[in-house]
Structure formats: structure tokens, C-alpha cells
């Protein structure tokens, strides 16, 4: 069962929690000689990697580099020439990569975990075998084509148009924009409005060497810069029928799959960079040197160094939780995968502006790592699905089963003349619920299965899952189905759901570490500060469910929205 979905109806799914997953050994036994190549082949690229992000470009022998070490094959199956690594191991590989450069990460990542992951989910055993196997070997490199200048978070109003001729195959027209891998792929998977039923959208497998494809200049970016974006041009582009991916019509669901696998690549990839970050800036503490001492010893500094290991721990946790339980075989994990993204992404940026804090003027300055580290990370929170959007789906899509047990609950009233013992199963069920939302009493205790080192995060975590309940169920009642306008509201249950959900990883992870003495202790203080931080900010956001200045927010922003300026000056 999905853990969040859980959390929603005020459970703790301790089952699915403890103990925190370990590595397959499969994995293990690839990852170790992977990890060192990956080493040997970035860390003397440091200089390299500086001037390809003042280009604005990665060289093709680069790109040869990064296919001889069979990093494009990464989670293609065996079978096909791939290194079949899971989706826990390949988070692993992109967190190793990121610890070198974002752009390396990138250009593998949009490669697997969006260019050709709908041919691993969703292909024919031909397109299996007509792709694969090249694109395990980096001969065909893959990109992901959504975005359009009219359509980014509403991907679902799309203009490129395939037509079916009277043949079976396929005329695609259209312009895609802001492509990763736009300028250096082989093998796009292009989204499509096709005819039929109104707004059916279909997804494609389009060659870059066929007619009419063609792709823009790399766009000019603000981070991640050498890895390449550029538009994607279909003109009349004919497109064969045995190159629709899975079926006509299922398109839209096509890209929300591959976006929902593909998310704890994002977030391996910002557990890496904030790796880096944390040697960089402890080094940096330790040796800077003002009023007389190392700046580490000052509290304030220690404090940013503090809660650079919380956010990593923290991202890491959620991130290979999620992973498990995709490569478990889950098929209920996309509100999981959604808060990963959020936690991971917001975690680094965090973590790279306070990092270049810490170095001061030196971190503003082109010579040190921390200003590209800025740069880099700010896409983390707009691509893959804008965080604002993820969080409206977090809530959405937890309201919606508590929305559903209350459909049960009217269908149980109803049978309870029909049916009396199903109707009175399901009501009971739905009475304890309510009963230990109001009382605590029946409440669901992890704290008895985690060492005694971490009660505190644990009774956090069972005093605050029945209050999400409470807070979900507050929010539904009052606004029905115009709950999905109230984004206020729906952010609040979202940021609840989310500290929840990354605080029961962080728990199961520090209850693991707990075995090994030399990290028992700092783990546990690591899952006792995310606890009772969350707990702050889950006291405040209940709070503000009923008592907030909501109104105020309104009118300010539709003051400003309508004067278009600010309209002050003081003299
Ligand atoms: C470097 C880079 C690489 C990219 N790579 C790819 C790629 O490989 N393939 C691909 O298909 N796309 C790619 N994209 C596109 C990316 O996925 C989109 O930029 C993203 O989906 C957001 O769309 P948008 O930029 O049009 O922003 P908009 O959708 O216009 O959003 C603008 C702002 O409004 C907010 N907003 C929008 N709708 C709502 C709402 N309903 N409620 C509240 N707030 C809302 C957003 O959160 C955001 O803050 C890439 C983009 C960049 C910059």
C-alpha cells in the first residue's frame, strides 16, 4: 500500500517503513567497480567541466567518454546489452556523477530516466529489440519531448499534431521547446494530439534522422549549462505505426508514468550535488580563518553545516525509499515520487546557497564552485513538474482517497439495509478512523519498533499522522470538490503530508544506523532535528487551516496584479 495514502487516513504503515531497505546485492556487486570508473573518469575533469559551462557545451569526445563507461545503458535490461541496474543502484550512479558536474548528470539522466524510459515501460518486444540495444550502447542517445511554448505544467494542451494516413502510418507536426538532450539525441519520444476523441493525446518514437525533424541552437541558460536544451522541430515528419508507443490515445498517461519513474533519478542526482557541497563547505569552515579562529567554531556557521546534513540525510532517505518501491514492483508510488522531487530539490538549493554563504565573497566569485552550484540547482524546482504543481498533486491525490472512503461511507448506509454485514464492516472502519483521529486512542505506534535512541522522532511522528487525517478530512468537508481551487488549503495538507512522509523515512533510515556505533549517534540527532523542526512548521500549518490571512494574501497580489507595478515611491 502507498505510504502516503496511508498517512492520509491517519496510519502508519510500520510494515512498509522497517526495516529501511538495503541495496539488492545484484546492485552491489555492479555499483563498486561503477562508482570507482565514474571517479577516475570526472574528477580530473574539474577545469574542464568549469569551461564547458562558460561555453555552454559538452564535446563529443566527452559524450564518447560517458557511452565507453556504459553510463546510457544503465537501467536497460541485460538482455539488451544495459547493465539492468535498478532504480535504487541507478539513483546511486547519478548522485556519484553529480558530485563531479549537474550538466554529466543531466545528459545521462534525460537519456534514462525520461528519453527512453516509456520504451522500457510502455514498448513492444520489437521496439525493444529494434532500440535497446543501441541505445544501451549510447549509439542512439534519447531526449523527452513534451514541452511546448503554450503547454508546460497544463502538459495536457499540447499542439503538435499527428495525423494517421490512409497507410496506418503518421503525419507529426510541431514544435517542442526547451528539450534536454534536444541537440545531441537520435531517438525522441514525442507527444502528440492525435484525432479520435477530442483531447486524446499519443506518444511517439521519432528518429532524428528522419525528414522534417529538425532541432534549434542550444538555448543560452542560466545553470546546467553545458548540458544541452534546445527546441525540436516535426515538420510533416511521417512517422511508421508500429512506432506508436503502447496504444493510440494512451499518450497522456505515457508521459505521467515515465515522469513518476523517472523522478528518484532528479533526486539521486541533488543527494550527490549536496555531497559535494558538504565536503566543500566543511572544508572551506575549517579552514577560513577570521577573528582569530577557524570560522567552524562560530555557532552561526555551524548551524548552516547542520542543516546541510539534515537535508542530505533527509533527501537521501526519501529518495531511496521511493526508489525501493518502485523496483518492489509498486505500481502505487507517484505521490511518494512526488514528494522525493520536492524534499530533494528544495533540500539542494538550500544547501547551495547556504554553502556559498559560508564562503562568503569567495563564493560569489567564478573561481570557486558554489555560484554554478546556485546556478545549477535552481532548475531542480521547475523541471520534471513545477514543485507548486507537485504539491497541489500530493494533496489532490490524498484527498482523493479520503473523497473515495466517504463515497464507501454513503454506499454503506445505503447497504446496510441491502447488505448489513458489508455495509456495517465498512462503516466500522470508517468510525475507528474517526474515533482515533478525535481521540488518539487506537493511534498506530512506531515507537516501540525503533530503538529506544529515537522515541522522540517516532511519538512525533504518531502524534502529528492522525492530525494530516483530521486536517485532510477538514479540508474536504468544508470544500467538497471546489477543494481543487483552494490551493492555500491544499498546499497546508501537501506540506503536512510531505514533513510526514520524509520524517518516517528519516526515522527508518536512523533506526538502521542505529546497529553500527561510530553513527547511531549522530543519526539519531539528525532524525531528532527533522523531527522537531517538522513538528514546528506541521504545528504552524495546522494552525493556519483555520486561522490564516489568506484573504490579505488575495488582495495584495490582485492589487499588484491589476496596478501592474509596485505604485509607492517615499519621495
Ligand atoms: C533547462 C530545462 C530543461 C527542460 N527539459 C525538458 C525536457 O527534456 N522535456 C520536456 O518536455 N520539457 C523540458 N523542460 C520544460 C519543463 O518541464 C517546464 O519548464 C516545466 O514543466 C514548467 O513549465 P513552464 O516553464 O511552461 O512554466 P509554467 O507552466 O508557465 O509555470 C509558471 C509558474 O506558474 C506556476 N503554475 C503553473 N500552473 C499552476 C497551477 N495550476 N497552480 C499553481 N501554480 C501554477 C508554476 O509552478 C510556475 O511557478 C525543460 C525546461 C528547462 C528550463
Request: one cysteine or more; a neutral charge.
Amino acid at each position: 500500500m502507498s505510504i502516503v495514502k496511508a498517512l492520509f487516513a491517519g496510519r502508519i504503515p510500520t510494515e512498509s517503513l522497517l526495516p529501511y531497505p538495503p541495496l539488492r546485492d545484484q546492485d552491489r556487486e555492479s555499483l563498486g567497480p561503477m562508482l570507482d570508473a565514474i571517479d577516475q573518469f570526472l574528477a580530473p575533469k574539474q577545469a574542464d567541466f568549469k569551461r564547458w559551462d562558460r561555453e555552454g557545451a559538452q564535446p563529443a569526445e566527452f559524450i564518447q567518454g560517458l557511452r565507453d563507461l556504459g553510463l546510457f545503458g544503465l537501467i536497460i535490461p541485460e538482455e539488451y546489452g544495459g547493465l539492468g541496474l535498478s532504480n535504487a543502484a541507478y539513483a546511486r550512479v547519478l548522485s556519484q556523477t553529480s558530485r563531479h558536474d549537474s550538466s554529466v548528470s543531466l545528459t545521462i539522466g534525460a537519456h534514462s530516466s525520461i528519453g527512453m524510459k516509456g520504451l522500457l515501460l510502455f514498448g513492444t518486444a520489437d521496439q525493444k529489440t529494434k532500440y535497446l540495444p543501441r541505445l544501451a550502447s549510447g549509439e542512439l542517445i534519447a531526449a523527452f519531448c513534451l514541452t511546448e511554448a503554450g503547454a508546460g505544467s497544463d502538459a495536457a494542451s499540447i499542439r503538435t499534431r499527428a495525423e494517421k494516413n490512409p497507410d496506418g502510418s503518421w503525419t507529426l507536426t510541431g514544435e517542442k521547446i526547451w528539450i534536454t538532450n534536444g541537440g545531441i539525441a537520435d531517438l525522441y519520444t514525442v507527444f502528440a494530439r492525435t484525432p479520435g476523441e477530442a483531447g486524446k493525446i499519443t506518444a511517439f518514437l521519432v528518429e532524428a534522422g528522419w525528414t522534417g525533424v529538425s532541432h534549434g541552437p542550444h538555448e543560452d541558460k542560466m545553470g546546467i549549462r553545458a548540458s544541452s536544451t534546445t527546441t525540436v522541430n516535426f515538420d510533416r515528419v511521417r512517422v511508421p505505426p508500429e512506432n506508436v508507443l503502447d496504444t493510440e490515445g494512451k499518450g497522456f498517461k505515457v508521459a505521467m508514468a515515465i515522469l513518476n519513474n523517472g523522478r528518484t533519478g532528479l533526486g539521486g542526482g541533488a543527494v550527490g550535488g549536496m555531497k559535494a557541497l558538504i565536503a566543500l563547505a566543511t572544508a572551506q569552515a575549517n579552514e577560513r580563518q577570521q577573528f582569530g579562529r577557524p570560522i567552524a567554531e562560530f555557532d552561526l556557521v555551524r548551524e548552516k553545516i547542520a542543516q546541510m546534513m539534515v537535508d542530505c540525510f533527509a533527501a537521501e532517505s526519501v529518495v531511496w525509499m521511493v526508489a525501493h518501491a518502485i523496483d518492489s514492483g509498486s505500481d502505487d508510488y507517484s505521490t511518494e515520487a512526488a514528494i522525493s522531487k520536492i524534499y530533494a530539490s528544495e533540500a539542494m538549493q538550500r544547501t547551495a546557497y547556504e554553502a556559498l554563504q559560508i564562503a562568503g565573497g569567495s563564493g560569489f566569485m567564478r573561481d570557486y564552485p558554489y555560484e554554478q552550484a546556485v546556478r545549477d540547482s535552481r532548475i531542480l524546482t521547475i523541471f520534471e513538474g513545477t514543485n507548486e504543481v507537485l504539491r497541489l498533486y500530493v494533496a489532490l491525490s490524498g484527498l482523493k482517497d479520503l473523497g473515495r472512503s466517504y463515497a464507501e461511507l454513503r454506499s454503506a448506509l445505503d447497504d446496510i439495509f441491502n447488505n448489513p454485514i458489508k455495509g456495517f464492516g465498512v462503516l466500522g472502519d470508517y468510525a475507528e478512523k474517526r474515533l482515533t483521529q478525535a481521540t488518539g486512542i487506537g493511534r498506530d505506534r512506531i515507537s516501540a519498533e525503533v530503538p529506544a535512541s529515537l522515541r522522540e522522532p517516532s511519538e512525533i511522528l504518531e502524534k502529528y499522522t492522525p492530525e494530516l487525517a483530521k486536517a485532510a478530512d477538514y479540508v474536504l468537508r468544508r470544500h467538497g470538490k471546489a477543494v481543487v481551487e483552494r490551493q492555500f488549503e491544499l498546499k497546508r495538507v501537501a506540506d503536512l503530508a510531505i514533513d510526514l512522509f520524509v520524517g518516517a523515512c528519516v526515522l527508518s533510515r536512523a533506526a538502521a544506523l542505529q546497529a553500527d556505533p561510530r553513527t547511531a549517534s549522530p543519526a539519531a540527532s539528525i532524525a531528532r532535528l527533522f523531527a522537531q523542526r517538522a513538528k514546528r512548521r506541521m504545528a504552524e500549518t495546522i494552525r493556519r487551516i483555520t486561522r490564516n490571512e489568506d484573504d490579505a494574501v488575495r488582495a495584495v497580489a490582485a492589487f499588484a496584479l491589476e496596478e501592474g507595478r509596485y505604485p509607492w515611491d517615499v519621495f
